[in-house]
């Protein structure tokens, strides 16, 4: 039984920081491409962050330079490293192990 389970999500000030984990079982962590994904109020999901098996990333325009991504293969774990939070980040992030399996999600919001 494939599980990514998503922890880290909460409410924080503009201009703080969460790390958010995902952590895998199931699959051979390893091998699979990983991504982080939100879905803020009324909008479509989309790709905050990805991380290939080799440890190549990619991020979206709005998250460049603040959001880092990373994986730890010992442990089934990746993390989004989110800092200088705005309240446009404020969404449901949720974990891919690309294509096909998702977490449940976990509630980030960003308000004073």
């Known amino acids: 039984q494939v599980q990514l389970v998503e922890s880290g999500g909460g409410l924080v000030q503009p201009g703080g920081s969460l790390r958010l984990s995902c952590a895998v079982s199931g699959i051979i962590f390893r091998r699979y491409a990983m991504g982080w994904y939100r879905q803020g109020p009324g909008k479509q999901r989309e790709l905050v962050a990805g991380?290939?098996?080799?440890?190549?990333?990619n991020y979206a325009d709005s998250v460049k330079g603040r959001f880092t991504i990373s994986r730890d293969n010992a442990r089934n774990t990746v993390y989004l490293q989110m800092n200088s939070l705005k309240p446009e980040d404020t969404a449901v992030y949720f974990c891919n192990a690309n294509p096909i399996y998702w977490g449940q999600g976990t509630q980030v919001t960003v308000s004073s």
């Open positions: 991380i290939t098996s080799g440890g190549n990333t």
